[in-house]
């Protein structure tokens, strides 16, 4: 509710605000520079880089085989997506076979760490809210029972180097599948009691509301991707609009946000994903097919053929690009991200411009960036 | 006014909703686990760190130097020594290092392992005082012959076939299998285990070097180089070993291994 | 169900272990001011400076009660929250300080209080050290009227009995936010700057219901005096505040003489409720009931707004302005500011437990316990003969007094179980926008209270002509 005051009058000096990259809430290490009149934001300047570790440059200086361990931090929070990309882009230019056992697979992890990634945003997004001290650990909760399973298949919490070229690293138990189970048969009702708590909670729906309204031109400027876009109407997601992998075979809608594209949209659309992927979890656990999972040797020496290949996947952010210029050899010429945090973050200006403090937070909470994915 | 009094009482109704939530959760069980106290069950192929296997069965070390995990380690924290042996031409493994400092713990060098013999262990509390001490050498990554089978069962790897011809100058000699069976023993406890620390497990090997006065942390720190023992060079000490000296042989072993860490220092 | 006794079970061994402390220090250092040094000093000799001197110490035994009671109950209440945050969280919250984490905060203390106290570049030495101590203060001398209500008007605090107890109260509990302010501006941190200024506003705004709301029961009770205010609660929840300020005296009336089989049950009734024009009356009573209930809760909100707590801690909102007015301090201010901070809470909380739940009086009315422990004779019996047993000590030595006894036994359980609702909502709720706060506080709660102060004052009206 704006007031119609007459402040003209009033006008004192803007002042300067360096929110970051140590402040708390900035998601990593962020830095705005915030000019404020008052408690209104005047000007934003977003200042990245602070997290910058050349992935591309160490693409090029790795081998294939080495690179396929690193490319989990680019987005550490989804590292399978990240390995998927790769690994789609690579396959592109080799064409070699991946076994349907693996191609299932590589969908059960991925839509498993889409939901610990989205968990992870929503205890986040509640600490942005204020929610600090209770909710925020039941997401929390959640997500490490599924870093359990991932560590179970792949080794580790997030580094996972789990899916490779040609396919995915290792065979799990049946005992796994067993406990996904378990994990999905459960999840439902843990969604359930978060949005007993958020999602019709006075405050929240106070302060998301109507806030950080991304309109649906704006966010195709920007090329704004993910949930973010479909919070705004726009059904726009890869795993429909140009399916890979299984996803053709499997049965699924894209929830998109029912309003004007505000925050509360944001949300709900990652609460309706997270029941998705459960979803997806459960269809990919029936129709596991059995068989081989790598169509390719991993050997030190990993070889793909000459070529370019680009493959863009839908990570929990949006669309992740990964382009491979390859000679032949067992390094890559050369590698390009396209990461969706770093496009989702240029619109952060535009909604933030004439909102009070209080507010940036929750929009950019609202947008899911996460900084090692926009610095690379 | 009708419309706020059912805003109001919807709203009211949601926070209550929502306190019941919160509330309700205090009568479920702590998901904290207690960690010092019980250690998290960790799966088999936890990548934590990194170990060299010796054959469960023979006790022989698996490792034949071919160098694969040093090449592919993106870090590039593995650094193997190793010398032809002029007897049988074969590749002799004389240390092993790797800097757990600058590992990422990626798993790539266990993959590539023709012979699996490095793989990553369970254990993962290996904080220390200092970088240098993060750097593990030969001694402190060879597991057990007990730790061994163990990973072997445990990850489901085909036990090793023993390697075909035993070369003449390794430690385990055709010359008597009491003997060196006693050495391995006493060095025991300086292959650290997941428990000890590394000074204790440098006291303990005390009883064992005989020749050597200064005390642990000294050999650390300075190890003077009166004893004509310690001074040797690593390859210098294995090629004037003779067969029937097993015990000194092990005892020179660990000499070797303070003299390389002051190289370090 | 009960599956987590185990941890509620610590949690409330805890929670009993603390308050024994607590209360058990403040008795002693009590006894040992008031009653023992007095009594050595008039033994000493008939001279006029003993006298003097003991007179003194009995003067100072309500100070230095609260002196003693506020750091260990800021320490115990801290204490609570963590593990109370524990349990909502399914977690255990620190459990490795001494047995089941007993002496966590203790320790806590004790670190602040040794790490080093650093005052920024730039900032105004004077006013960055004086405003934890304006912050702090205000609940020291403020909370001491709320002594004589608290221990049922024992003789040694009958000095804090002030005829105008919540007034002095209310006045006090308004300084604090100057030490917010002071401390935003001399830290030269902008967030801290940005944290003070929110805190004035939210002050001033949530001031305003805070003290309509105290004056509803002000105006019913016809007094300003907590102690008179307590004494008028005596007897059972129905003569709470929170349902009508004793509108319901009669009903409390009625049922002790219905229960004890007395034939004249509906003369009392009749007596406090005519016939005549009974809609009228029923009306009023309901009216009545209804307002004091809204203005309770109107009362814990905007008394949360006051101390800074979920969702109205916008002053230091972690998320946006990183720790708000304390950014910069460390140490042992930083220590003030968090003893006030929980100080400030105990203290709404008890003014909440005085002024509408009906402070240490027993919630259970007495005739309900008369009747259903008619044929235990032995209970009232024992306790007869205890007291008969200590009577010495009672009236000789001041030792025990059993009435202040249950009074605060009965403040603690209703105070402190006010204090782990706002745990539980701490755990629940995120925080207001400023703007929202503010017309949250103008545009509803300010409207709101001052409806519910007319509807009592003509409810009340009406009750009084027609009785
Ligand atoms: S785990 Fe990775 S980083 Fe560590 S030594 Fe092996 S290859 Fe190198
Ligand atoms: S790859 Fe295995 S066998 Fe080869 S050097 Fe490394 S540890 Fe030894």
């Known amino acids: ?376 | 006014m009708s419309n706020l009094i059912t805003r109001a009482k919807d709203s009211i109704y949601q926070v209550l909703r929502g306190l019941k939530t919160v509330a309700v959760h205090s009568l479920r069980i702590p998901t904290t686990k207690e960690y010092p106290d019980t250690m998290p069950p960790l799966p088999p192929h936890f990548r934590g760190r990194l170990a060299l296997n010796v054959n469960p069965e023979t006790n022989e070390h698996l490792c034949i130097s071919c160098r694969q995990c040093e090449r592919v380690c993106p870090d590039k924290c593995i650094e193997i020594t190793a010398h032809k042996s002029p007897e049988t031409n074969k590749l002799e493994l004389i240390d092993f290092k790797i800097d757990h400092g600058l590992c990422m713990f990626c798993g790539l060098c266990t993959e590539v392992c023709p012979t699996d013999c490095i793989i990553n262990t369970n254990d993962f509390e290996m904080a220390d005082y200092s970088r240098e001490a993060l750097v593990y050498d030969i001694r402190k990554l060879t597991l057990t012959q007990g730790e061994s089978s163990h990973y072997f069962a445990a990850k489901e790897i085909a036990l090793p076939k023993p390697k075909p011809t035993k070369p003449a100058v390794t430690v385990t000699p055709a010359t008597s299998t009491v003997k060196p069976a006693e050495a391995k023993t006493e060095s025991k406890p300086a292959e650290v285990k997941t428990e000890s620390k590394p000074e204790e497990a440098k006291t303990e090997s005390k009883p064992a070097e005989v020749k050597t006065e200064s005390k642990p942390a000294e050999a650390k720190t300075e190890s003077k180089p009166e004893e004509a023992k310690t001074e040797s060079k690593p390859e210098e000490a294995k090629t004037e070993s003779k067969p029937e000296e097993v015990k000194t042989e092990a005892k020179l072993e660990e000499t070797d291994i303070k003299s390389t860490d002051n190289d370090i220092k | 169900m009960l599956a987590n006794s185990a941890e509620l079970f610590k949690f409330t061994r805890l929670t009993l272990i603390w308050l024994t402390i607590i209360f058990g220090s403040v008795w002693g250092a009590c006894f040992v001011v008031g009653v023992l040094i007095p009594t050595l000093l008039l033994h000493l000799g008939e001279n006029e400076i003993f006298a003097l001197l003991a007179q003194i110490c009995q003067y100072l035994t309500p100070v230095i009660a609260i002196l003693v009671f506020i750091p260990i109950n800021a320490m115990f209440m801290v204490l609570v929250e963590r593990r109370g945050l524990a349990l909502f969280t399914v977690r255990m919250g620190p459990n490795r300080v001494g047995p089941d984490g007993l002496l966590q905060t203790a320790a806590d203390a004790v670190k602040l209080l040794f790490k080093e106290d650093i005052i920024p570049t730039g900032a105004d030495a004077w006013l960055f050290t004086l405003a934890p101590i304006i912050f702090f203060a205000p609940s020291i001398f403020g909370s001491i009227p709320l002594l004589a209500a608290i221990t049922g008007n024992n003789d040694l605090f009958a000095i804090t009995n002030l005829p105008t107890g919540i007034f002095f109260i209310i006045a006090a509990s308004s300084v604090p936010v100057v030490g917010i302010v002071m401390g935003g501006w001399a830290s030269n941190n902008k967030y801290s700057l940005v944290g003070g200024l929110r805190s004035a506003a939210q002050a001033i705004s949530y001031e305003i219901p805070l003290v309509l709301s105290l004056v509803t029961i002000c105006y019913l009770n016809q007094s300003l005096n907590v102690v008179e205010i307590a004494s008028r609660q005596t007897g059972g929840f129905l003569n709470w505040n929170i349902f009508g300020g004793g509108a319901l005296n009669g009903l409390d009336k009625y049922f002790n003489a219905l229960i004890n089989g007395s034939s004249n049950a509906n003369d009392i009734l009749q007596a406090y409720y005519p016939s005549n024009q009974w809609i009228l009356t029923v009306i009023a009573i309901a009216g009545l009931v209804v307002s004091t209930i809204i203005a309770f809760f109107m009362y814990i909100t905007a008394a949360c707004a006051e101390v800074n707590r979920i969702p109205f801690d916008l002053p230091e909102a972690e998320s946006e302005l990183v720790s708000g007015y304390n950014t910069e301090y460390s140490g042992i201010k930083f220590a003030i500011f968090f003893l006030a901070e929980f100080t400030n809470l105990f203290i709404v909380s008890s003014i909440a437990t005085i002024m509408f739940l009906g402070a240490g009086n027993n919630p259970i009315p007495q005739f309900l316990i008369d009747y259903l422990f008619k044929n235990v004779t032995f209970i009232p019996q024992t306790i007869n003969a205890i007291t008969q047993a200590l009577s010495p000590l009672i009236n000789q030595i001041h030792l025990i007094n059993p009435i202040t006894f249950w009074s605060v036994v009965w403040m603690i359980v209703k105070t402190y179980s006010l204090v782990f609702f706002a745990v539980l909502v701490r755990g629940t709720l995120p925080r207001f926008k400023i703007d929202q706060l503010m017309d949250f506080g103008w545009k509803r709660l300010i409207p709101l209270s001052l409806l519910v102060f007319f509807i009592v004052i003509f409810a009340k009206g009406v009750i009084n002509t027609n009785v």
């Open chain 1, 1 to 376: 509710m704006s007031t119609n005051l007459d402040t003209t009058n009033l006008k004192t000096d803007e002042m300067i605000i360096n929110m970051g990259p140590q402040h708390p809430a900035t998601h990593g290490v962020l830095r705005l520079i915030l000019k404020l009149d008052g408690e209104i934001v005047r000007h934003v300047e977003p200042v990245i880089g602070h997290l910058h570790r050349a992935q591309e440059w160490q693409g090029q200086n790795r081998t294939l085989f080495q690179y396929q361990a690193l490319i989990d931090r680019v987005d550490y929070l989804s590292g399978m997506f990240t390995s998927l990309a790769f690994a789609h882009a690579c396959e592109q230019i080799d064409g070699c076979q991946i076994p349907p056992r693996a191609q299932y697979l590589r969908a059960l992890v991925c839509e498993m760490n889409r939901i610990s990634s989205h968990l992870l945003w929503l205890g986040t997004f509640l600490i942005d809210l204020g929610a600090l001290f209770g909710f925020p650990f039941y997401p929390f909760r959640e997500r490490e029972k599924l870093l359990d399973l991932f560590e179970e298949i792949a080794g580790q919490r997030m580094m996972f180097n789990y899916i490779r070229i040609g396919g995915v690293q290792r065979d799990p138990k049946q005992s796994w599948f067993e406990k996904v189970r378990k994990f999905t048969a459960e999840f439902p009702d843990r969604i359930n009691e978060y949005e007993a708590i958020v999602t019709q909670n006075p405050i929240v729906l106070k302060r998301t509301k109507g806030v950080g309204i991304l309109d649906k031109s704006v966010a195709m400027d920007y090329g704004v991707t993910g949930p973010s876009i479909r919070g705004s109407g726009i059904n726009y997601d890869l795993r429909k609009t140009r399916p890979y992998g299984i996803y053709p075979e499997l049965n699924f809608e894209i929830p998109l946000g029912q309003n004007q594209g505000d925050t509360w949209d944001r949300y709900m659309c990652r609460i309706l994903e997270m029941r998705q992927s459960n979803n997806l979890i459960n269809q990919c656990l029936d129709k596991m097919p059995e068989g081989e999972i790598l169509g390719k040797k991993q050997i030190a020496g990993l070889r793909i053929k000459a070529g370019e290949g680009f493959a863009a996947i839908e990570s929990p952010r949006g669309v992740l690009g990964c382009y491979v210029i390859s000679n032949g050899s067992d390094k890559a010429y050369r590698i390009r991200w396209r990461n969706p945090s770093f496009c989702n973050l240029a619109v952060l200006p535009s909604l933030l411009i004439g909102r009070p403090i209080s507010d940036i937070m929750a929009i950019f909470g609202s947008i899911d960036v996460i900084l090692p994915d926009v610095d690379r």
